[in-house]
């Protein structure tokens, strides 16, 4: 669109209504923004009903996918005070001993904010940002709340450039933190914390400002369902939010993630982006349904029924000469079995075989299976990887961590479950 529309379409006043049908449909058509493109998000929050909204612009997206709204269908007064430009934060205040405030969104433009309650925007409103929360600066970047216990106690934090503003409602008061975060915006989804700036996000701590593991990582990955987004992306939307079990999965030496599925593999390239293709196309020999594998000196091994089938990690994988070999003659084992992995600068291969684990050397030959152990928490377990964090245990479509392979075997308590499509993969439903 040639930028003299663009500034048009921005800056209008309020007295240059949309005149013509022309430049609705401009506005919609062709300028309606594409989340998959990546963009940096102006706003997120969820309504009162639990559905993701982020804002860009004049456009509102509901939900991880689909296309953009005009955020006045949703928040039609928005359309009466276009001087404000976009929306710069919103956040849903659910703090049910703050009757006046709670369940409201509020939307701050410029120095303005919008509470709507029910979908109607409060009587009075918008009001100065200063006269709502005192003390909280107007141009805002991001805004989330921030309830007990994540927060200490319920909070709303502001966000402007590099300072973060930790507002108290109950006697609202405001303190600076003392964070390093840079959000253009931020979203609290299932009592975790993002922080978006372009189209990468951090997940942090509310109370400390802390970004632990391996971020930013990619929104597109997470937050939003872009079938187009990675090759091969047919099998991917399927791949990653399937509920079915996976046959085996690892995380390679540059951590880089594989996981099998019958005919499919999904895999987590380290920079978040993900791919799927089908077995045979990148491990030929294989075909399908892989019972283990494990990673170790930048060569993926691979388990199926009493075979082992070892791979050399590149574009194309290529099958070492001399495999598949038995799994008795290369780990001391009898095959089938049912999991295996190594730890990061290991060389010991965990492997299970039913209610058991064992322990391979892989530096010494012949290899033999030794130090067998019965697992007590699971009666089957799926598949297994052991990365930076620790053991990843999949069973079903939930998976455990533990934070060594010892500790997995010696639990006699069930830890949390984790979802494999959503906490693994990014599938949002
Ligand atoms: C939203 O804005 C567009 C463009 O300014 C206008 O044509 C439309 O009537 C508005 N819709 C509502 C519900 O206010
Ligand atoms: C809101 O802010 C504007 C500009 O700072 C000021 O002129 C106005 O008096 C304020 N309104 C109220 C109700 O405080
Ligand atoms: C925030 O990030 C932007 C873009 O990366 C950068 O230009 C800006 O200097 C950063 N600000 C701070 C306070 O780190
Ligand atoms: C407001 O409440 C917080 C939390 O209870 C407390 O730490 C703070 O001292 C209070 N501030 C004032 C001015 O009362
Ligand atoms: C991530 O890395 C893979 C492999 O290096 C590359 O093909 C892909 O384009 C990268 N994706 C992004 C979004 O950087």
């Known amino acids: 669109l040639p930028s003299y529309l663009h500034k048009l379409l921005r800056y209008r006043t309020p007295r240059q209504s949309w005149a013509s049908s022309e430049m609705y449909f401009l506005q919609c058509v062709l300028v309606r923004p594409d989340r ?11 309504n009162e009903e639990g559905v993701p909204y982020f804002f860009k612009g004049h456009f509102l997206f509901k939900g991880f996918h689909g296309k953009p709204e005009v955020a006045n269908e949703t928040f039609p007064e928005l359309d009466e005070y276009h001087h404000l430009g976009h ?8 703090y049910e001993d703050e009757p006046t405030h709670h369940d ?36 805002l970047d991001a805004a989330v ?73 990619e929104a597109r990955g997470y937050f939003m369902k872009c079938s187009k987004f990675g090759a091969d ?24 993630i594989y996981a099998f599925r019958g005919h499919h593999y999904i895999r987590e390239f380290e920079n978040d982006t993900l791919t799927s293709g089908t077995i045979e196309s990148a491990f030929k020999e294989l075909h399908s349904d892989v019972d283990a594998v494990f990673s170790y000196n930048n060569h993926l091994y691979m388990i199926k029924d009493k075979q082992l089938y070892v791979y050399k990690v590149g574009e194309p994988h290529t099958l070492l000469a001399g495999y598949p070999k038995t799994v008795k003659e290369e780990l001391g084992i009898e095959g089938p079995i049912d999991a295996a992995f190594v730890c990061q600068d290991d060389h010991i291969a965990h ?10 050397d892989l530096s010494v030959t012949p290899r033999v299976a030794t130090n067998k152990r019965p697992i007590a928490v699971f009666k089957k377990v799926d598949s297994a990887m052991c990365g930076p964090d620790g053991v990843k245990v999949i069973v079903g479509s939930h998976f455990y961590k533990f934070a060594s392979p010892m500790l997995f075997v010696a639990s006699r308590a069930m830890p949390q479950p984790h979802k494999v499509s959503r906490d693994l993969f990014g599938c949002d439903h």
């Open 351 to 360: 492997i299970v075989k039913g209610r058991d684990i064992y322990d391979v």
């Open 104 to 139: 409201r969104i509020f939307l701050f433009l410029d120095n303005k904010v919008f509470a709507y309650y029910q979908h109607k925007l409060e009587s009075g409103y918008p009001k100065n940002i200063s006269e709502v929360f005192p003390g909280v600066p107007d141009h």
């Open 233 to 256: 992306s047919d099998h991917l939307e399927r791949e990653r939010c399937s509920r079915v079990h996976l046959d085996a999965i690892t995380s390679d030496d540059a951590g880089n």
């Open 145 to 217: 709340e921030c309830p007990s216990p994540q927060c200490a106690i319920d909070s709303v934090l502001f966000f402007k450039g590099k300072d973060v503003y930790h507002y108290i409602p109950q006697n609202k008061t405001v303190h600076k933190e003392d964070f390093t975060l840079n959000c253009t915006s931020t979203f609290r989804f299932m009592e975790h914390f993002y922080c978006f700036r372009g189209h990468k996000f951090s997940k942090f701590n509310p109370r400390t400002g802390e970004v632990n593991g391996k971020y930013p990582k």
């Open 87 to 94: 929306v710069d934060a919103a956040f849903l205040m659910h």
């Open 36 to 46: 998959c493109q990546g963009l940096e998000m102006d706003a997120a929050t969820e």
